[in-house]
């Protein structure tokens, strides 16, 4: 079975200041990676997803990706965040079955 | 209404209580998933039916009973709960239930079992 391993809990972070959220999958064949946002009171969003083709991924909302097959890594950045992106960011990966894999999550508060 | 629709937003119920979840989606899709959220834990995917057929259950108890009774809604009857099904119940649909197609999520249900 797919595993997805987020390995921040949570990320505390200044408006204007980079962000990254680390994710790594357990797979050693192709997979489709995905990162979710959930914010507060509401259902999750996707924010991108990688398929195949280029490794970096541009999403909504000024985040991107970077697809690391040699490391099995899928890390979500943002140049520069706001207060709105204060949220709950999920990675997920789906494998030959249909199914998505969760991580456990990562919360980023956004401060100002 | 738009995209994915959950009713109630909040539902608090006794160990005894019978009651039901309901998924609305608007965006033409044929399949649609439940999944629990619980604090500090992965999603947990619960059921999927695809053509208004259940292709999926991930070994939920049986106090939970889904039904599809056509591709735009989707139900999640629950009976004799414990408290620690409290959790965030949400509905996905997509497309298609193969792989690469987008899930969208409804806002979810907050279920409280006292």
């Known amino acids: 079975a797919q595993s997805v391993t987020q390995l921040d809990s949570q990320v505390p972070v200044f408006e204007e200041a980079p962000v990254e959220l680390r994710c790594n999958y357990s797979s050693s064949v192709s997979v489709y990676l995905f990162w979710y946002v959930q914010y507060p009171n509401q259902g999750l969003q996707l924010l991108l997803k990688y398929l195949s083709g280029s490794t970096l991924v541009k999403g909504i909302n000024g985040f991107e990706a970077e697809f690391n097959k040699s490391q099995t890594s899928f890390h979500l950045r943002k140049p520069s965040v706001h207060i709105s992106d204060t949220a709950e960011y999920f990675c997920a990966v789906i494998h030959n079955d249909y199914k998505l894999s969760f991580g456990a999550g990562t919360t980023v508060t956004v401060r100002a | 209404e738009t995209g994915v629709t959950q009713t109630p937003r909040h539902l608090v119920m006794g160990m005894t209580n019978k009651k039901s979840l309901k998924c609305e989606q608007h965006?033409?899709?044929?399949?649609m998933y439940w999944y629990k959220q619980s604090a500090k834990k992965p999603l947990e995917l619960m059921f999927v039916?695809?053509?208004?057929?259940?292709?999926e259950n991930n070994s939920v108890p049986s106090r939970f009973s889904p039904e599809c009774p056509n591709s735009s809604h989707l139900f999640l009857h629950l009976h004799t709960l414990q408290p620690e099904d409290s959790a965030l119940y949400l509905c996905?649909?997509?497309?298609?239930?193969?792989?690469?197609?987008?899930?969208?999520f409804g806002p979810g249900t907050r279920l409280t079992v006292t």
């Open positions: 039916y695809s053509l208004e057929e259940r292709v």
């Open positions: 996905a649909s997509s497309q298609e239930r193969t792989s690469i197609y987008e899930q969208y």
């Open positions: 965006l033409g899709h044929n399949a």
